[in-house]
């Protein structure tokens, strides 16, 4: 079974910036669509951002232009580098992968960002 460790998560000022990583134990990584997810407290997990195995990216509306996704698939490491930080992306920030008829199979355990006004 694939394990996906999330780091970089932290406390930013609005406006500000933060690069999030996942690094999965498997060398299948490069053939794999990623993603990544947020929870916001009370809130439910919402879609962020994807990448497939050819780099092909797609995001939602709400950090369309500010956050862009990318992968190394030499070191089996998705990113996420979030611009223009803004205090409604506050929440735990998860990467997913194994996309198998539309549900990710498998998930990290996430890291908080939190983004003071």
């Known amino acids: 079974q694939v394990q996906l460790v999330e780091s970089g998560g932290g406390l930013v000022q609005a406006g500000g910036s933060l690069r999030l990583s996942c690094t999965a134990s498997?060398?299948?990584?490069?053939?794999?669509?990623m993603a990544w997810f947020r929870q916001a407290p009370g809130k439910e997990r919402e879609f962020v951002s994807s990448?497939?195995?050819?780099?092909?990216?797609f995001y939602a509306d709400s950090v369309e232009g500010r956050f862009t996704i990318s992968r190394d698939n030499a070191k089996n490491t998705l990113f996420l580098q979030m611009n223009s930080l803004k205090p409604e992306d506050t929440a735990v920030y998860f990467c997913?992968?194994?996309?198998?008829?539309?549900?990710?199979?498998?998930w990290g355990q996430g890291t908080q960002v939190t983004v003071s006004s």
């Open positions: 997913a992968s194994d996309l198998v008829a539309g549900r990710y199979q498998v």
């Open positions: 498997r060398r299948t990584f490069s053939r794999s669509t």
């Open positions: 990448i497939t195995w050819t780099s092909s990216t």
